[in-house]
């Protein structure tokens, strides 16, 4: 059940709007960003591994997905009834968006 506003507690999950991760978003943040890691590009390097991680293949970046996060909470909270402030992080926070996100996959709040 979706948390409403009034009664939202820790580790109550929330009924967000859905977002999609594409590899031509990825780039196109890329390109804004001026940031052109091989991380966020090129499958190839993504296939070794980096100490005890394996992503698997290109991830997006992190500054994105905690902007896709933060437009979910503010498109849930502000109809909702909350008031807008500046989105503090605290640690669960922190790492909820230290998980990798990537292409061709759906998310949504509540889900990874």
């Known amino acids: 059940m979706t948390a409403t506003f009034d009664n939202l507690s820790a580790g109550d999950v929330i ?5 999609a991760v594409s590899r031509e ?7 804004a ?6 991380l966020h590009l090129d499958d190839n390097y993504m296939k070794g591994n980096f100490g005890k991680t394996n ?13 896709l996060i933060s437009r ?4 849930w909270a502000c ?5 807008h ?10 790492k ?3 998980t990798p996100l990537r292409p061709n996959a759906k998310y949504r709040s509540g889900t990874g």
């Open 33 to 38: 960003s001026l940031d052109y890691n091989p």
């Open 55 to 67: 992503f698997g293949g290109i991830i997006m970046h992190g500054m994105n997905n905690f902007g």
């Open 25 to 31: 978003s990825i780039r196109l943040f890329c390109d």
């Open 72 to 75: 979910m909470l503010t498109d």
């Open 96 to 98: 909820a968006v230290a």
């Open 85 to 94: 402030r500046r989105l503090e992080t605290p640690k669960s926070f922190r």
């Open 79 to 83: 109809p909702a009834g909350a008031v």
């Open 15 to 19: 009924d967000g709007p859905k977002f």
